[in-house]
């Protein structure tokens, strides 16, 4: 059975940065694309970033802010936020990207506010 555990979230300010990281086990984690989600309270959940093949892809809203990477002898996904903005509060979980989604983990709670 898959696992996934987020971590890394937390309260940050306006501008400033956090790393998540998302640790994957149960899964040959090399075969797949994985993506970072995000659901905002009374929002549907979005897909914020995915790496599959070497490519990354990025939601407009985020797109020069933050960076998405793999290492696959550690099975875990990095988002790399910075410049953080307040509309980036929401908290955050991994998956598989361009396949059926495996069990979601807890996600990590961030929140960017002042």
């Known amino acids: 059975q898959v696992q996934l555990v987020e971590s890394g979230g937390g309260l940050v300010q306006p501008g400033g940065s956090l790393r998540l990281s998302c640790a994957a086990s149960g899964t040959v984690f090399t075969i797949y694309g994985w993506g970072w989600y995000r659901q905002a309270p009374g929002k549907q959940r979005e897909s914020v970033a995915s790496i599959s093949g070497g490519r990354t892809n990025y939601v407009d809203s985020v797109k020069g802010r933050f960076t998405i990477s793999r290492d696959n002898a550690k099975k875990t996904v990095y988002l790399e936020m910075n410049s953080l903005k307040p509309e980036d509060t929401a908290v955050y979980y991994c998956?598989?990207?361009?396949?059926?989604?495996?069990?979601w983990g807890s996600g990590t709670q961030v929140t960017v506010s002042s």
């Open positions: 998956n598989r990207a361009g396949g059926p989604a495996f069990s």
